[in-house]
């Protein structure tokens, strides 16, 4: 099997005197579609957050194509953030003065596109999410569907290598969720990028082609897709080797 | 009676005009996609009472350049019955009767591995709704195909959460059992 993209080992996070990550392993392949899953506080989001290099781990280490994520200085962090990740949150976190088009675009803009062609790709990445004819909307024009799947052609627009996603479907009712997790996973196919969806919702997790699961900061079972269930049952009663090491 | 009724069915299909038996058959597995396929017997069977209940009868036959095959349509007491029984409100879940629900009250009474249990059937879950979203999902995947996908996936959603919530409780109770 390849090398992980992207590879967290031993991962260990307090939030003050609140540990969020006991320990927690994982990795994500290049163009993989990855669900995190477990209840609320399990550590999932944190998880996320070390990851995409928001946050720095107490300890362990994250491993993006063969730099160490947790030791990189923050300058070649950001730069990390804006060319080969995105990132999606549950409320699309959208700038609420500037339009869909705009707000798209800014990624480019920041990347040094000159506006018009960054106007212009934004405009492309609207209608690959079905939402062309909103570009002059805002934020607050826009119902819940519609915004998210603004925030998800601004995470693609880019070209990423990932797209980290925490319960991207989270505020939305079933049917926007379904379209707004569509888009998502066809874009990301076809593009060939991977993505890490944090998810508590099963019917968003299914999207996946792998599963971990987090109990209390580590991953405590592991299911991959095509697996048959007998096989993935034996599985799923302990954690691997590979993700407890 | 209120069931999944192989009568209603054909009547619904028979709504649309007169049909026989083998259209019947290849109409019934296109409507419904993930549903067990009808066998020809049954439909045969099926459209004899429904002729000798006077809700549906014979209109000729049609050989089409191949063996003749026996043309059957609805009759108005069919459409009334038909128009009955979709109007009829399904009872919601009289009675909690459940193979994995079963399973875990059994594990519990026999000292067995509920929680165990709870994560093998989890994963096969998982498993089928990753398949069923890949049906729904498809480049050009058809309404009914759809539909039914839906049906199945948010019915084991529903599992999956109760499996979840026992899952939780069983630990709970394990850890004050265990405090004891």
Redesign the interface.
Known sequence: MSNPLLAARSLVKAHGSTPALRGASVDLRAGEILAVTG?SGSGKSTLLHCLAGIVRPDTGTVEYAGERLDRLPEKRLSELRRTDFGVVFQFGQLIPELTAVDNVALPLLLAGTPRTAAREQAGEWLERFGVRGQEALRPGEMSGGQAQRVSLARALVTGPKVVFADEPTGALDSLAGEQAM?AL??TARESGTAVLLITHD??V????DR?VSLRDGVVT?E?A?G????G???T??EPSAEATR | MISMSTRHILLGLLAGGPSHGYDLKRRHDERFPQARPLAYGQVYTTLQRLVRDGLAEVDGTDSDGGPERTLYRSTDDGSRELAHWAGEIAPPAPFVTNEIFAKVVVSILASADPA?YL????????????E??AVK?APGADLASVLSADYA??H??AD??WM?TTA?RLTTLTAEVDAA
Do not use: C, F, K
């Open positions: 209840a569509t996973i066809h099963a019917q997790a299914a999207y996946a599963e079972a299911w897709a697996a048959p269930a007998e993935a049952a034996g799923a009663a | 165990g994560r093998a059937q989890r994963a096969a879950h998982m498993a089928r709704m990753r069923l979203t999902t996936l948010n084991l959603d999956l959460r979840n939780a």
